[in-house]
């Protein structure tokens, strides 16, 4: 049997053969065909926005979700994502206390009136932030939407869940994502090893780890890392996904509270211009390669004593968000995925999203072209 619309990614007449690899049997084929003819040669055709369950759930029009970032996901850029039609989101642990968090929050509800979310991210620490206060803000501001990310959020997700919160939760690995389905998430947000920031330790990339998604869990992910135009959009979603989440593409924005000078850094920088780095503590973190990453780096691959003390005054935070104030790019280290080689340009947020929605639409319909009619024997 043909799948039901309610399991495809798009409406029926336009999503037969978005999904053919895993969907369809070869006896559909010629059925697809004929869809796709239909679709490029009747003028009265309604044009369908993309509909996927991350659209669908969250209410939003293009399944893309601006990923949490450390100093960059203020309420400016949030809703500027936001408005365009995508998921905004803010990180809470740029604030330093819950109330600094609820005024970011209520500015953002200031600047736009659509949907956006508030990232968690559960890092080891000495003395750890408050989570639950966060969490509580969160609740108390009717924000409906949350990325969890780092640590295990098992507490957190259950105090947002019995608020009736949705989860997006990020991960790194297909066992660490069914552990987090058993905590009960709505989202999975799967990042492959090109991302930014923290990679894990697996080094399994998207073309391999969406897939192994799409055949294991049981609820619905959104590919993360790798990912700057239409074309990845398009490839996502043929994978399986509901969506992607955008962190370093986000970053080269008009709109991004970095200074352009970082920016312009990025559009110059090339795929191979970020390196690893922590390995050595089990906390591989992508970064981008500069001055300071090259002695972080000839430090943890030198030391005699494995103190993570050696290397501390190398990857402070404090020296990475004066990069994005001064625009001195060596000043510090800053997290960049391997994604800055497709990025060309600083364009306003509200042409980007339209533009990778676009880019998509177009792809998507290309690769219909290329199914053709079963041959007659």
């Not at 750890?128 to 939407?145: H, K, L, T």
């Not at 625009?327 to 060309?344: E, F, K, M, R, S």
């Amino acid at each position: 049997l043909l799948p039901t619309p309610s399991r495809l990614a798009f409406p029926l007449r336009y999503s037969l053969t978005l999904s053919l690899p895993r969907l369809l049997p070869r006896a559909h084929l010629h059925l697809c065909h004929h869809i796709a003819i239909e679709q490029r040669t009747c003028p009265d055709l309604p044009k369908m926005p993309f509909d996927t369950e991350l659209t669908r759930r969250l209410g939003i029009k293009v399944p893309i979700v601006q990923g949490g970032m450390q100093h960059v996901g203020t309420a400016d850029l949030a809703s500027a994502v936001s408005n365009a039609g995508a998921l905004g989101i803010i990180t809470a642990l740029i604030f330093p206390t819950p109330e600094e968090l609820r005024k970011e929050i209520q500015r953002c509800k200031t600047l736009t009136s659509r949907p956006f979310a508030v990232n968690i991210t559960l890092l080891p620490a000495l003395v750890p932030p408050d989570y639950a206060a966060y969490a509580q803000v969160v609740i108390d501001e009717g924000i409906r939407i949350v990325e969890t990310a780092g640590n295990s959020p098992g507490p957190v997700i259950k105090q947002l869940k019995a608020a009736g919160v949705t989860i997006l939760h990020k991960c790194t690995t297909i066992r660490h994502a069914q552990s987090a389905v058993k905590l009960g998430v709505d989202f999975l947000s799967i990042d492959g090893f090109e991302c930014a920031g923290h990679v894990g330790e697996s080094d399994i990339t998207n073309f391999i780890l969406l897939s192994r998604a799409r055949q294991s869990l049981k609820v619905p992910f959104i590919a993360s890392g790798g990912f700057a135009d239409g074309q990845g959009l398009a490839a996502a979603l043929c994978l399986g996904a509901c969506g992607i989440n955008m962190g370093t593409r986000f970053m080269c924005t008009l709109e991004a509270p970095i200074h352009h000078k970082i920016k312009e850094e990025i559009v110059k920088a090339q795929e191979t211009d970020t390196a690893l780095l922590l390995r050595r503590w089990r906390n591989t973190t992508r970064l981008y390669k500069n001055k300071v990453t090259e002695e972080a780096i000839k430090v943890e691959q030198e030391s005699t004593s494995g103190e993570f003390a050696e290397i501390a005054p190398l990857v402070s935070g404090k020296r990475g968000k004066e990069v994005f104030i001064t625009g001195d790019p060596d000043y510090g280290v800053w997290t960049a995925g391997q994604v800055i080689g497709l990025i060309h340009d600083i364009p306003s947020v509200k042409d980007l999203v339209p533009r990778i929605e676009k880019e998509a639409e177009a792809a998507l319909r290309e690769r219909l072209s290329l199914i053709k009619p079963a041959a007659k024997l």
